[in-house]
């Protein structure tokens, strides 16, 4: 298969060890700022989402705005202030890069924190006899995983009484049973990135698309601020989205200004189908980064699966949105065909993963036995050795933990292996197209019970299942993704071997303040009053028990027999366009859009897609690399203008108390 650098001249990759390093990196003033940013941007994502609900900066996206919005604050006004003070003061280029590595390991914690409070309570405040699934699940999961106490969850969710005290005790146990599982997965899968990190950037030459922004911003000038900053083409790239969200938030506070529509659909297949044409700027402005063949592979190969989906729909054979009854609504919209179909996809892109990495991997190999190696590892940010002890300690931690939660062993290994595949695809897909908005088709857990059937799990096992949606839902909170962007970053960081000590403690730091921020603001507001719909509607506070787990506790499920066909078909496709992809150079289709042709996000950002495409065809086209490289900080603006102007505001909601503010409707919308 060729790479990013041999098919498309997006941006100059530097021969390996050309990169210029700063010998400053981790030093103790940026480990102590990015922990002190770390915690006020968990603090602050938060209340903007619960109390202000104002735009969705924390994410939607493998992109943090939240992270760029502070890393914007500190490049153009906090750190050339602080160099004006007194030079010494301003934070040197390496510094920054480690803060942001932090910031970029951070996400993952925060999503996934509100997640194990609310799938851990959320069955418990919505069981009622109409709701029988739910209601069934309470006696089954283990007190050591869910908060235990009188009135420790109703009051969660209502707000405390008069005089009432947050009951910090019952939470003690769950919080760190469920925080030392997530801090030890995400330990694997930095690891899992460490051994991956020089295949993927050195030999398969990955651009890394999403890291460009942040690089952009932090390229080494003559000034204080980077020279992507002086250019005209940003300027004009921050006015586009900055009109608009500037027009739509203020809308909110004066209904008579007009709005700048940005999109609309059409129904087809007898109105079973949405086709939208919406403009998304953060999608448009970052497909212009991927590799023409993929943004191509993107739209093309999603619109086909619409077509094929839409068939379904109309002879009844299908799903387009809602329970199928054999995978959840998150897993491609419903339809178990286009959902297994997507995981032989996930399988073979694995395999061939593997295949391609083979002669890297054995030498890692060799460096962990001590052997003989050509790699060197002294710029990672831990050893090899130390990877792959990090990998297996930590999956037996893992799979120890899954037992005792009440799983069988067989299980617990199948549930761990198809989970790693899925993290591992998609960190593959993002580093290599920079797709912002990437996850799995099929979610682990929903894999293994098709696989074996819901007979094979214990009624405690199923109900744990269901609780670690926290970690097999694969939207925002899969940390290998911004795991190998980290590792990209830290590339260009003189002193790296502490780096690890600093995500781990970004992540710990993260899911502590975030824990602390959730549950303060739901005893003292009352979950339901303030933070719709993720308390109040039990599609979202009990999502994986009303949509697939809980109805198997009801009616045990046997092996889906008919699933394996359907993933060998999804294998044999993918195996396929990955053959005619090395076999044929004119192959236009890329085989790691196969993934991403099923799920909803790549639905509503199709549009944007196929704009990048066409103007990033024409631009080569007419001016060629020189023309494309000229263009970049146009879209850099663009990307800067929407996470600038969706910061401000919420930041303004603060202020006057106005709730859901919206310049941009997050993935959603943009109409």
Known sequence: MTTAAETDPNVRIPEPGAAAVDRDGLTPRAFGIGLVLCVLMCVGLTYNRMITQGSFIGGGYYMDRGALFVLFLLVVAVNPLLGVIRNRFALTRGELLAIYTMFLILLPAWVMTKPVILYTTGVTYHATPELRHIEVVPPHMLPWLVPQGEGIV??????????????????????WSWGSFLIVLFIVLICLGVLMRRQWEEHERFAFPLMQVPL??????????????????????????????????????????????????????????????????????????????????????????????????????????GVSGVVGRYSSQGSEFLALMGMGYILALAAYSLYVARGHLRQVWEQIRGRASHLQDSDEIVS???????????????????????????????????????????????SETGFVATYSPLNPSEFVVCAVGSSAFSPAGLATLGMSYVWTMTRRNTLMPHAMGALRLAREIGRKRGLVWAMGAALALGLVATGYTTLNL?????????????????????????????????????????????????????????????????????????????????????????????????????????????????????????????????????FTGRLKTWPFIGYWSSS
Not at 159 to 165: E, F, M, N, Q, R
Not at 267 to 286: G, N, S
Request: hydrophobic share 55%.
């Open 216 to 321: 952009a911003m932090l390229e080494p000038g003559r000034g204080r601020i980077a020279p992507v900053f002086h250019s005209r083409l940003l300027a004009a790239g921050f006015a586009i989205p900055s009109l608009v969200g500037t027009l739509r938030g203020l809308r909110y506070y004066f209904p008579n200004i007009p709005i700048i529509n940005l999109g609309t659909h059409v129904r087809i297949f007898r109105r079973t189908m949405v086709l939208p044409f919406k403009v998304h700027f953060l999608v448009l402005a970052y497909s212009y980064f991927i590799n023409l063949d993929v943004s191509l592979s993107l739209w093309v190969i999603n619109l086909v699966t619409k077509v094929i989906r839409g068939a379904l729909a109309v002879v009844g054979a299908g799903q387009t949105w």
């Open 522 to 654: 739901g005893y003292t507001h009352g979950g339901v009053n303030i933070d719709y719909p993720w308390f109040s509607n039990v599609n979202d506070a009990a999502s994986p028990f009303d949509e697939f787990i809980g109805r198997r506790l009801l009616e045990p499920s046997p092996i889906f027999t008919t699933g394996f066909i359907y993933t060998a078909m999804g294998t044999a496709v993918a195996a396929l366009l990955i053959l005619l992809r090395m076999r044929l150079p004119w192959w236009p289709f890329h085989p790691a859009a196969l993934p991403l042709s099923t799920v909803w996000y790549m639905d509503w950002f199709g549009f944007s897609v196929f704009l990048a495409w066409g103007v990033k065809a024409i631009i080569l086209r007419v001016g060629g690399a020189d023309l494309y490289r000229k263009a970049r900080p146009f879209f850099i603006g663009m990307i800067l203008g929407e996470v600038i102007c969706s910061g401000g505001w919420s930041v303004l909601s603060v």
């Open 384 to 430: 090899y050795r130390s990877a792959g002890l990090g990998v297996v300690l930590g999956v037996s931690y893992l799979g120890l933990w899954l037992y005792q939660a009440g799983i069988s062993p067989p299980l617990v290994l199948f549930l761990l292996v198809s989970s790693l595949i899925v993290f591992f695809v998609m960190a593959r897909i993002v």
């Open 154 to 175: 109703k009051e969660l969710y209502e707000g405390l009484p008069k005089g009432g005290s947050i009951p910090w005790l019952g939470w003690v146990l769950p919080l």
